[in-house]
């Protein structure tokens, strides 16, 4: 056995090295052991961070017959632009969805009116998941 000090982040460690002979093979590989040394700087204890409240989405049925818009990608949805009812035209946005620290507009793809609302704002989404259907 070999002893070495190593330093990794800061802290210094007493480790405990087997040497092998080059063309001799072994079944099981020995734990290293490491001891942190008692004049070693102890590394600051990680800082909590409080996530945010996670908002799940609205449940609501897909109406038969309607056109159904999907989240491209995951992400979170920023604004919803539409409500249940409202008339839209095709290229009108109707919800913002945050991917990738970007605002991505979901727009109507046909004239429509919208059958029902699937998400609310702040909930997260995941690629397919179904955004807005239209009648």
């Not at 090295?17 to 700087?41: D, Q, R």
């Not at 945010?52 to 999907?70: L, Q």
């Amino acid at each position: 056995m070999r002893k070495f000090n190593i330093t990794v982040n800061g802290v210094s460690y007493e480790v405990e090295v087997e040497e092998v002979a080059n063309n001799a093979s072994s079944n099981t590989v020995p734990a290293p052991v490491a001891k942190p040394e008692a004049s070693a700087p102890k590394p600051a204890p990680a800082k909590q961070v409080e996530s945010a409240p996670v908002v799940k989405s609205v449940p609501a049925a897909v109406p038969e017959g309607a056109t159904i818009i999907e989240a491209p990608m995951p992400g979170n949805i920023w604004k919803v632009s539409v409500e249940e009812g409202q008339e839209v035209k095709a290229g009108d946005v109707l919800i913002i969805l945050e991917a990738m620290k970007m605002e991505n507009e979901i727009l109507a793809p046909v004239d429509g009116v919208v059958a029902s609302v699937h998400v609310a704002q702040g909930a997260s989404v995941n690629g397919g998941d179904v955004l807005v259907s239209l009648e």
